[in-house]
C-alpha cells in the first residue's frame, strides 16, 4: 500500500538508518514497534513537524501491517522507501488525499475556512479557503464544492516574496483577498 513518511535527514527515523528501497523488520504494532508510515501524507507533520529538519518519502508499506485509532498511522515490517518529496509535493499530496476521501476525518494539521502558517506552513479547507503567511512559508488550499464536502479545487503556493507577499492573504487561486 502506498503511504507516507517522514524521516530525519539521511533517512533515520528513531536512530535506525532507513535505505532507499527495501527494509525489513520483524514484527508491527503500531503502538510497540515495526516500521512507521501514514496513509495521509499531512499525518507524517504530526511525528516531524519541521519542514527544515526533516525530509519526506512516497513509501510502500507491505508484510504485516497494523493500524491504530490514531490518525493515519500505521506499522509495517516491510517499508519501501521510493522518493523524496520536495515540501511542495508532500502538501499536493495531502491535498490529493483529501480530494479521494472527502469525508475522512481531517488531519488535525488543516484549517477550516481560514488559516495563518504555522511551523512553515498552513493548509486550509472550505468553501472559500484563504491563508496567509510569512517568507518562505507554504500556502495549501482545498476548495469545497458549494453543495457538498468534495474538493472541487487545490492549489499549493510558497511565500517567495515575488509571487506570492508575506502576511497577504490569498484564496485557492492564489490572488490577494481581502479578509476581515
Same mark, same amino acid.
Given at each position: 500500500m502506498i503511504a507516507y513518511k517522514g524521516f530525519r535527514p539521511g533517512l533515520i527515523c528513531r536512530g535506525y538508518q532507513f535505505v532507499m528501497g527495501l527494509n525489513t523488520t520483524e514484527k508491527a504494532n503500531c503502538r510497540e514497534n515495526g516500521f512507521h508510515c501514514a496513509e495521509n501524507p499531512l499525518d507524517c507533520l504530526s511525528y516531524y513537524s519541521s519542514l527544515e529538519h526533516s @525530509? %519526506? %518519502?512516497?513509501?510502500? !508499506?507491505?508484510?504485516?501491517?497494523?493500524?491504530?485509532? /490514531?490518525?493515519?498511522? *500505521?506499522?509495517?515490517?516491510? =517499508?519501501? #522507501? *521510493?522518493? $523524496? =518529496?520536495?515540501? @511542495? @509535493?508532500?502538501? +499536493? /499530496?495531502?491535498l490529493a488525499y483529501m480530494v479521494d476521501h472527502p469525508r475522512r476525518v481531517w488531519s488535525s494539521h488543516v484549517a477550516a475556512n481560514r488559516a495563518m502558517a504555522n511551523c512553515g506552513y498552513a493548509v486550509v479547507r472550505g468553501k472559500d479557503p484563504v491563508a496567509?503567511? $510569512? +517568507?518562505g512559508d507554504i500556502l495549501?488550499?482545498?476548495? @469545497?464544492?458549494p453543495d457538498s464536502e468534495a474538493i #472541487?479545487?487545490? !492549489?499549493?503556493? $510558497?511565500v517567495d516574496g515575488i509571487t =506570492?507577499?508575506?502576511? #497577504?492573504?490569498?484564496? #485557492?487561486? =492564489?490572488t490577494r483577498r481581502t479578509v476581515n
Open positions: @525530509e %519526506y %518519502y512516497i513509501v510502500n !508499506a507491505g508484510g504485516d501491517i497494523d493500524e491504530d485509532e /490514531h490518525d493515519s498511522k *500505521i506499522a509495517c515490517t516491510e =517499508l519501501t #522507501v *521510493i522518493k $523524496r =518529496l520536495t515540501k @511542495e @509535493e508532500l502538501f +499536493l /499530496h495531502g496567509t503567511g $510569512r +517568507l495549501a488550499f482545498a476548495k @469545497e464544492a #472541487v479545487q487545490v !492549489a499549493v503556493g $510558497r =506570492l507577499m508575506p502576511d #497577504v492573504w490569498y484564496g #485557492v487561486d =492564489l
